[in-house]
């Protein structure tokens, strides 16, 4: 670690999209460069940052405004007057906040920013700056949205089969909401695609993933762009343990009951326990929810259910109490903490990718619900690609039904199927370590940026 602010070989600035499956990963990133001797300052919106629970981190931390400094999105209009006024508004603050750093001694030399906001790339360049587009999905996401972008893959779409470069034969459902849904959240898709405006221009294209998850896309997408994977985002005391404070992510949006949690996991027996989990933003319609819950009563297996506040009422009535011999129902936990107990043996989730790539990194099999934006294409790689989970399958209205639930969660806790899984996750788990630490393609990647930014 540097410690002399003199010593430090370069300054980052890193700016992640206000949310937490986007602050976690680059923030982890930070870290990574930080041990490397780089200084870094994490910067996100001002809304966010009033709402973070900071628990232990040496980063540094900064914000400019997105417009709506007394609630962010939940404040705006709509979405798209949200994504436009950010725009505006977080070019100019983030102008401010450069000047600001040079005047007080501490330029910056390289802006690495969230692939959600490409106006960073402009203000780097007016700043004569190194900039690096950090994406937070899949390599496979985003190549499916960049042949979108392209026109390439036309919408909506027509074919029952969908072939792109580096990809399996995909199905219209395995791909991102906003596109076989197309019309839903049109903000958002613009977003999502709009990421490729201006890559080109950026020095750097660096992906939350590891090159031996997703070879073939990033094979062929290293052919277009000077993409680096530098993942999985993870807190080293849970992979390679090189980062020795490393051991939490540090700003949770959410406080996490982890006493609670703990407590009650340690009661439970080896891979005894369901961890169910939908991330922090996936809305369930009530009669999904309800469905799960009575999934999860009738697996008869011990569960601990994460259920955030806006999320409580649409529990079945008195399903806390009448459930309180077999599960916990808390409305945030220590997500990586829980996923390594060693009660968990599997893990019910909406596919986030922070969520994914943690699951895959710590041999947890995946029973794959997935919500929205990316998270089917990552629901089909788990089953398909990774054999890390199964697919819950939905009816035709696209809810998983009770029975599924049960079915599905035990068919990985104790069917044969899960054996075969479990097996696979063990594989991920090694692979995942390896590729961050010494030596590893994830941490090359890291140590071949921080070289470049310091001869730049
Ligand atoms: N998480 C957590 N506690 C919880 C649920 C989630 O700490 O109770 C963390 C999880 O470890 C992950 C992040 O929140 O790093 C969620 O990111 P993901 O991409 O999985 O989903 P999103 O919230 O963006 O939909
Ligand atoms: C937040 C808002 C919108 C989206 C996402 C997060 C994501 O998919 O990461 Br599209």
Redesign the pocket.
């Known amino acids: 670690m540097v410690n002399e602010k003199n010593a430090y070989r370069a300054h980052c600035l890193v700016l992640a999209y206000p949310?937490?499956?986007h602050i976690?990963p680059m923030l982890q990133f930070s870290k990574r460069l930080e041990h490397k001797g780089v200084r870094v300052t994490l910067v996100t919106t001002y809304s966010i940052s009033k709402t973070i629970h900071k628990e232990a981190t040496s980063i540094a931390l900064e914000t400019i405004s997105d417009g709506y400094d007394d609630g962010g999105i939940e404040q705006a209009e709509s979405i798209q007057a949200y994504l436009e006024r950010f725009w505006r508004v977080g070019s100019q603050t983030l102008s401010q906040l450069l000047e600001k750093l040079s005047s007080s001694g501490c330029p910056v030399d390289c802006i690495v920013y969230d692939a959600f906001l490409p106006w960073a790339l402009d203000v780097a360049k007016k700043f004569g700056l190194v900039g690096a587009v950090f994406f937070t999905q899949s390599c496979a996401v985003d190549n499916i949205l960049f042949h979108v972008y392209k026109g390439v893959l036309k919408l909506p779409l027509s074919e029952p089969e969908i072939l792109l470069p580096g990809l399996p034969p995909l199905q219209p459902q395995d791909t991102p909401s906003f596109i076989c849904d197309f019309g839903s959240y049109p903000a958002f898709f613009d977003m999502v695609v709009q990421q490729f405006s201006n890559i080109d221009k950026a020095d750097w294209v660096l992906c939350n993933t590891f090159y031996e998850l997703e070879q073939e896309v990033v094979d062929w997408m290293a052919k277009i762009w000077p993409l680096r994977t530098i993942g999985p985002t993870i807190p080293s005391m849970f992979l390679d343990r090189r980062l020795k404070d490393d051991n939490v992510?540090g700003f949770?949006i959410f406080k996490?009951s982890t006493d609670a949690c703990m407590t009650w996991l340690n009661d439970r027996t080896k891979g005894s326990v369901v961890y169910v989990?939908f991330?922090?933003?996936?809305a369930l319609e009530v009669e999904q929810m309800q469905e799960l819950a009575w999934g999860l009563r009738m697996s008869n297996r011990y569960f601990l259910w994460?259920v955030r506040k806006s999320e409580e009422a649409k529990l079945p009535e008195n399903f806390v109490e009448e459930t309180s011999e077999k599960g916990l129902v808390v409305r945030?936990?220590?997500?990586?903490e829980v996923l390594t107990h060693e009660a968990v043996g599997c893990f019910v989730t909406?596919c986030?990718?922070?969520?994914?790539l943690?699951a895959l990194s710590f041999g947890v099999p995946m029973v794959a619900v997935p919500q929205w934006t990316d998270q089917s294409t990552n629901a089909k790689y788990i089953m398909d690609v990774w054999k890390m989970g199964l697919k819950a399958p939905v009816d035709e209205k696209g809810l998983v039904r009770r029975e599924a639930a049960k079915h599905y969660i035990r068919e990985i806790m104790e069917g044969e199927r899960g054996k075969e899984i479990k097996k696979n996750a063990l594989k991920w788990r090694k692979l995942a370590k390896e590729a961050v630490d010494d030596g590893g393609s994830s941490d090359m990647n890291i140590e071949e940026f921080v070289a470049k930014l310091v001869h730049s």
């Open positions: 949310t937490q499956g976690n992510y949770s996490p989990s991330g922090s933003m996936a994460v945030w936990c220590p997500q990586l909406h986030g990718w922070n969520s994914t943690e």
